[in-house]
């Protein structure tokens, strides 16, 4: 009897120890909820400003967005980080010297200009807090007005009327799960509700009439259509009601017709005219995705990117009678990307990027067929004479699936063995393109080969590659990381001998770096993370409100899914963790809350593994400060150096 106790002891001790690790319960997300405790021990250590010249160098070449061009094309507004945080700049004449519009610590973007051309419209962020503030300026310049700014409420731009008398945004203040939908008055400031029913709304297009196309935000892609008059207050359901179907529309020159995008019909996106519940292709039944699309105000064209294996290139139709138009050609670009139009029809910005040099910006003359080049690439103490170019891979998955991969390979190992870091994007429906990206030479230059794939869940790939992860269906993908490791272990050899491996990547790529280093220990010899959630359910329980639902329509419910999040969550294999981790974040993010980051950490310092953790107390979901951005390169290089290189 004495035997037979202790034998049911040690069974019970088994069958706990073996148990899961369950995610340590922190609480809440965004500013606050870490504790000035942990902020203070977690704090970004000092770097050697020597360690730090390279790196801010490096941080100097940059290229601005594609900018909105002014009604009469003689000037040019953009956002640019030139200043180490995105501010407003003026380009009052192509290759001129661009004029700062706004300034601070405080990342701010354009977004519109107001249909008389009088008024800039701006929102502006704070700390990474991701509760932006909405505000006007004058283009030419002077202060900031204030049009909706609310501490710890979401805000979204939606669009200026055409007699520049209202603005339109969608904010989260009434139902911190709903989007509802408002318009304030420029002359008097007051704002009104325009429709506030449950839901995640926004705004795809809109008529003088008063007609808006609302669009209802049921899943992570998924969207359903509606027509709502603001004057009669009729709300007509249109299409993508009950189903789980991506679709993009807008108005055309016909009253009852819409352009739409969708991949509901075939693996891949194309546009269709849609009249009274019927839809008509009015593109080619391509193999590939188009990835947006977009008409100008007068409805005279339509213009729309390519995603060709992740590559771009844009196309121009006639609104009326669809016939192709002739566009400006680019040599070499990786990608050619079509940016704002103005409100006469008459100029669209354009931009390039090109696999070895910056990219630059243009302003397209649609009446004269005139492309003026606006601004001029800076390369300040850079030649860039050997930067290679990416170059499209593929390594195969144990069930035989090809995964694409582009790939960087530094000239100095074109016949030596190198480390390898190995780099999964965000999203998850997101995809690594190739363009030139100057912050690779920090890793170029040591030596490290550069790996991007697009696994299963990417986008761009079709429809049936994009949804393969979505739910409990990822317990059959996840091992695409596992794969990548496998692959270039066996088949990156010289002389026999396989090449380091490291794997990073931020938010959704944070937590496929925690799954790598977690789940399949081993597969790689040192991870960084950044922003990557450590359990999926404690994850949704915390993540901000508005996009809770949002995110369990990717990852799936946190209760009828339990068990394959826990499966799927890094913590649950702590105990297998066995390599060197980076992990870091920024303590105001409210998309995965840095409680992800602390919990791990927790958990892996109590055991034989080397592990770090960096909390940045001014950012959010990312690192935005030019000062932080230089830290984190530091971080990451030396912690790359160390265990990849024994330097």
Request: aromatic residues 12%.
């Amino acid at each position: 009897m004495k035997y037979l106790k202790f034998t049911v002891l040690i069974i019970i001790y088994l069958m706990i120890s073996l148990q899961p690790v369950e995610a340590q319960k922190y609480q809440g997300h965004g500013k606050g909820s870490v504790s000035e405790i942990n902020l203070k021990k977690f704090a970004p250590p000092k770097v050697d400003s020597n360690q730090l010249k390279r790196i801010q160098s490096i941080l100097d070449i940059r290229s601005p967005s594609s900018g909105i061009p002014a009604e009469d094309g003689k000037s040019l507004y953009y956002t640019w980080n030139v200043t180490g945080t995105t501010q407003v700049w003026k380009v009052p004449s192509p290759g001129s010297f661009p004029v700062q519009m706004t300034a601070g610590q405080d990342v701010t973007y354009l977004l519109s200009i107001t249909p008389d051309s009088k008024r800039l419209i701006l929102v502006r962020d704070e700390a990474g807090q991701e509760h932006p503030g909405l505000y006007w300026q004058s283009t030419q310049g002077g202060r900031l007005n204030e049009i909706f700014k609310k501490e710890n409420v979401k805000m979204y731009y939606e669009f200026t009327s055409d007699d520049s008398e209202y603005i339109y945004f969608t904010t989260n203040e009434k139902d911190e799960k709903s989007l509802a939908l408002y318009k304030f008055h420029l002359p008097t400031k007051k704002i009104e509700t325009v429709f506030d029913k449950p839901g995640k709304w926004y705004v795809a297009d809109y008529k003088n009439t008063g007609e808006l196309l609302l669009v209802k935000m049921t899943g992570n892609i998924s969207r359903e259509y509606y027509l709502y008059h603001q004057k009669t207050k009729e709300f007509k359901a249109l299409f993508g009601q009950n189903e789980k179907e991506s679709y993009k529309a807008r108005f055309t020159t016909n009253a009852n017709e819409l352009i739409v995008k969708t991949n509901k019909f075939g693996e891949f996106h194309r546009l269709y005219l849609w009249n009274d519940g019927k839809f008509k292709s009015i593109t080619p039944e391509w193999q590939y995705d188009i990835s947006s699309f977009s008409i100008d105000r007068k409805r005279q064209r339509i213009v729309y990117s390519v995603n060709q294996q992740g590559y771009t290139t844009i196309t121009a139709l006639n609104a009326k009678t669809l016939k192709e138009l002739t566009l400006p050609s680019f040599k070499s670009a990786s990608h050619v990307y079509y940016g704002s139009m103005s409100r006469n029809a008459r100029y669209m910005s354009i931009s390039v990027a090109y696999p070895d040099r910056p990219g630059n910006r243009y302003i397209y003359d649609w009446q004269t067929n005139k492309l003026t080049e606006w601004t001029k690439v800076s390369l300040p103490e850079e030649e860039l004479v050997n930067y290679p170019a990416d170059s499209l891979e593929y390594y195969t998955t144990r069930d035989g699936v090809k995964i694409p991969m582009f790939v960087t390979r530094p000239i100095q190992c074109k016949n030596k063995l190198c480390p390898v870091i190995v780099t999964f994007h965000g999203g998850p429906e997101s995809q690594s393109r190739p363009r030139f990206d100057a912050r690779k030479l920090l890793f170029l230059e040591k030596g490290y080969v550069l790996v991007y794939p697009n696994v299963r869940g990417s986008y761009g790939y079709g429809k049936s590659w994009l949804n393969a992860d979505n739910g409990p269906k990822r317990l059959d993908v996840i091992t695409d990381i596992e794969d990548c490791a496998i692959f270039i272990k066996k088949n990156w050899q010289v002389l026999g001998q396989s090449p380091k491996l490291a794997i990073k990547g931020g938010s959704y790529g944070g937590y496929s770096t925690l799954v790598g280093m977690s789940l399949f220990a081993g597969a790689y010899d040192v991870g960084v993370a950044s922003v990557g959630m450590s359990s999926l359910i404690t994850f949704l329980e915390n993540t901000a409100p508005y996009r809770r639902s949002l995110r369990i329509a990717e990852y799936g419910d946190p209760i009828k899914d339990r068990v394959a999040l826990e499966q799927l969550s890094p913590i649950t294999h702590i105990q297998k963790v066995k390599d060197p981790l980076l992990i870091l974040h920024g303590a105001n993010d409210p998309r995965v809350p840095a409680g992800e980051s602390i919990q791990m950490y927790e958990e892996l310092s109590t055991k034989q593994v080397k592990v770090d953790l960096i909390l940045y107390p001014d950012e959010g979901h990312g690192i935005r400060k030019r000062h932080n951005r230089a830290l984190n390169y530091a971080y990451m290089l030396k912690f790359f150096d160390e265990h990849l290189q024994g330097k």
